[in-house]
């Protein structure tokens, strides 16, 4: 646990928030003063959200390695620090103390360093959940190369997006992972990739699954022979500037290919440690498992760096929620002692089904706090995660954050602040929501009716975690989060706000679904509809989906009459995959002859959402469309 201040009650939270707002840095200089340094910062903020340019103990130098592992080997060497649960429930469980990590995080860096890695370039990690996969993460920090996790579900032509926008030469993968009963050949799929990349110099592969790769002469070495070259290392942690990028993380907006969110050293350090402790109020030698990829913020944050920031202990698992079957998580909470468990509402929603059965026989006792991430969560699974799994026991926090934010912005503190089915609640110290309408006015009226005050969420001040740029393209990060309305921060979702400051967030009101809490940008599944060949246009939207919570619908024009639909639709769930990955593809598929257009050719996804969601009557007016008659044919022919 780290030495700052931990909020204990209500007022307590109260009281520290107002400080936060009074005097932002005489508050984060407080918390983040508590930190290793190699060179103290006297700089606290700067910053405008105009450019936006936004600095946090500019002139400090650090390196998050020895704050996640160095500092606490005096007196945490011997407790663990990593706990591995593999796929299969029957091989065996690794566990890593903080001296060991340590070591195997500067024997791989070494490993990184022999291969000509140096600080600031950036290496691509594609990996399935294993221990490594950490381990990779924090020599790459170690030695000050700029990681960037592709989560293990994204397609080759994902990927040499993503390495060309990165501009990444370096590629850390594994022979195939283990996923339930499937082995995904990640190595073939990064050949696949590497195919268009040919400046990509090197590939460090993993040994995991003993499948057969083909290893490129001069190009691919194994993990295994090259920390066998180094032996025991001792690789003292890169000297790096707070501001310098600590790692990329991929993400889908509404328009355009996925952008590279670049956080930086030191203020992402304090906002990862500051959150984890105050959101599930972590207590010493507690078992923290979160169940998200590493691929995700989530698990870069709430995996990774804030349970090892605070010297906790964090648990990986490699596989699924329901293998060997839908008992698994709560075989894993056993087994481990698991006091914080931290899921998604659709991995809940989707356990829901098999009943209650699935707890018969399991001891859940050691289960103090459960949290909830990546989409809104209804009620009913709420309910079921609080009654069954925490035995109406245990707080659940609702955490409500982005891959931009860093860590949680909006959220109860466990056991702390009151915890409320469906509202992620109240904002953390520092955090100063505004919530607006379309032209950027403040919303502060509460409406009569709901109770409510209702807006687009907007963040006026910045905090240590936020995003600092998008990678290669300021401009976009300027108009993509800052541009919308002016000296605000732009979240993309809408939310409501109660007399006492409470938030409940409704979803994106932009073109972003969220599909099993994966962020998913229409346009990116339009464009790789488009690439079919048998497709004219098309026009995707979401729709609720009873475990998805969103799932995609997807309109299409085609240039021949089809014989047979249910082929065509499965070619084109074939492109998404090949284009995207399969956690693009589309629930539904509507064949039509035109989409509502306006007559300047704007597709009226207002229209197409309300049909998709099922609605026959109110679609809003039509007036302005070309040609009307298409949304009745439209409507014949649903899905
Ligand atoms: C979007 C961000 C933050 C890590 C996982 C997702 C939605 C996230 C909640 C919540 C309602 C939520 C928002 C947000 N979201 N958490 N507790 N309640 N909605 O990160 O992929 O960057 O997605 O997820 O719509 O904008 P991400």
Redesign the pocket.
């Known amino acids: 646990m780290s030495s700052f201040h931990r909020i204990n009650s209500l007022q307590d939270y109260k009281n520290t928030y107002q400080k936060s707002i009074e005097n932002p840095e005489a508050f984060w200089d407080e918390i983040a003063k508590t930190f290793t340094w190699k060179k103290p910062y006297t700089q606290i903020l700067d910053w405008n959200f105009k450019e936006p340019n936004i600095q946090w103990f500019a002139d400090g130098q650090l390196n998050i390695t020895e704050n996640c592992l160095d500092r606490h080997l005096e007196t945490k060497g011997n407790q663990i620090a990593l706990i591995f649960e593999p796929n299969d429930p029957n091989t065996e469980v690794r566990k890593y103390t903080y001296q060991q990590l340590h070591q195997e995080v500067m024997n791989f860096a070494q490993v990184l360093l022999n291969q000509g890695i140096k600080k600031g370039d950036r290496v691509c990690i594609y990996m399935g959940m294993v221990p490594e996969l950490t381990i990779a993460v924090l020599a790459c920090a170690r030695i000050g190369a700029i990681h960037s996790v592709i989560f293990g579900g994204f397609s080759a032509q994902s990927i040499t997006d993503r390495l060309i926008d990165a501009e990444a030469e370096f590629i850390i993968t594994q022979d195939a992972a283990y996923r339930g009963n499937k082995t995904i050949p990640l190595k073939s799929v990064i050949d696949d990739a590497l195919i268009q990349c040919s400046f990509v110099k090197r590939v460090i592969v993993l040994t995991h699954a003993n499948e057969p790769v083909s290893m490129i002469k001069d190009r691919d070495v194994w993990w295994e022979a090259e920390l066998e070259k180094v032996g025991n290392a001792n690789v003292p942690a890169e000297t790096m500037n707070a501001e310098d990028p600590l790692f990329i993380l991929y993400?889908s907006g509404s328009t355009g290919k996925p952008k590279g969110v670049v956080h930086t050293s030191g203020g992402y350090m304090v906002w990862a440690n500051y959150t984890f402790e105050q959101v599930f109020q972590y207590q010493p030698e507690e078992v923290h498992f979160c169940t998200a990829d590493i691929g995700?913020?989530?698990g870069h944050s709430y995996i990774v760096y804030g349970p090892l920031l605070a010297g906790g202990t964090t648990l990986m698992f490699e596989g699924i929620p329901t293998y060997p079957d839908a008992g698994r998580f709560w075989d894993i909470v056993q087994k481990h002692k698991v006091n914080i468990l931290y899921t998604a509402p659709t991995a809940i929603r989707s356990l829901m089904t098999n009943g209650t059965e699935i707890f018969n026989g399991k001891d859940l006792s050691s289960l103090r706090v459960l949290g909830?991430?990546?989409?809104?969560?209804n009620e009913e699974a709420w309910n079921w995660y609080h009654d069954n799994v925490g035995k109406s026991n245990c707080p659940i926090v609702?955490?409500?954050?982005?891959?931009?934010t860093g860590g949680v912005l909006i959220s109860n503190l466990a056991g702390v602040t009151p915890s409320r089915p469906a509202w992620?609640t109240l904002p953390l110290p520092g955090i100063q929501p505004i919530l607006v309408d379309e032209n950027g006015k403040e919303n502060s009226e509460i409406n009569i009716e709901t109770g409510y005050v209702h807006g687009n969420l907007c963040i006026k001040f910045p905090w240590p975690g936020m995003l600092r740029t998008t990678y290669g393209d300021h401009e976009r990060c300027r108009t993509n989060y800052f541009a919308t309305y002016e000296n605000l921060y732009f979240?993309?979702?809408g939310a409501y706000r109660d007399s006492d400051g409470n938030y409940r967030?409704t979803?994106?009101v932009d073109d972003v679904l969220?599909v099993s809490?994966h962020?998913i940008g229409t346009a990116e599944v339009e464009n790789a509809i488009n690439m079919h060949a048998g497709v004219v246009e098309s026009a995707v939207v979401g729709y609720p989906h009873d475990i998805k919570g969103q799932g995609i619908y997807a309109f299409v024009i085609c240039n021949d009459h089809i014989h047979d639909e249910s082929l065509v639709r499965r070619d084109i769930n074939e492109t998404i995959t090949r284009i995207i990955g399969a956690i693009a593809k589309a629930d539904k598929i509507q064949f039509v002859s035109g989409l509502p257009k306006t007559r300047s050719g704007k597709i009226m996804r207002r229209i197409l959402r309300k049909i998709a969601e099922g609605e026959t009557q109110n679609l809003g007016d039509t007036s302005t469309l070309l040609d009307p008659t298409i949304v009745e044919s439209i409507l014949a022919n649903k899905q």
């Open positions: 993400t995700w913020i989530t909830t991430v990546g989409e809104p969560i609702d955490t409500w954050w982005q891959t931009e992620a979240t993309g979702d967030i979803g994106r969220n809490g962020r």
